[in-house]
């Protein structure tokens, strides 16, 4: 059985950092590429970044340059967002994903981050 499950988020003040973990259980992970998602209520799930399998090439769009970085260790089945000058338009629930197409597409629980002062 397949799981995605995140760790690390929580509450934190204006340009503060966070660090979210997604541990995955039932996949090889070098096979997948892995990314990170974020919603707000009301909105629709929005992509921040992604790292391809393979040579693990990185995309990101607008919303993560600069100050998101995603890292894998496909070793210990994990795939982490270090999160840095957070805002608080960066309230939302973050989702970790693992995609090797439309047939083997995984989703983690969602974790909420916090950003207020």
């Known amino acids: 059985q397949v799981q995605l499950v995140a760790s690390g988020g929580g509450s934190v003040q204006p340009g503060g950092s966070l660090n979210l973990t997604c541990a995955t259980a039932g996949v090889y992970l070098d096979q997948y590429a892995l990314g990170w998602f974020r919603q707000v209520p009301g909105k629709e799930r929005e992509g921040l970044l992604c790292?391809?399998?393979?040579?693990?090439?990185?995309y990101y769009t607008d919303s993560a340059k600069g100050r998101f970085t995603i890292s894998r260790d496909n070793a210990k089945g994990t795939v982490a967002l270090q999160m840095n000058g957070l805002k608080p338009e960066d309230t939302a629930v973050y989702y970790c994903?693992?995609?090797?197409?439309?047939?083997?597409?995984?989703w983690g629980q969602g974790i909420q981050v916090t950003v207020s002062s």
């Open positions: 790292m391809s399998a393979g040579e693990g090439r990185t």
């Open positions: 994903v693992a995609d090797k197409g439309p047939r083997d597409l995984y």
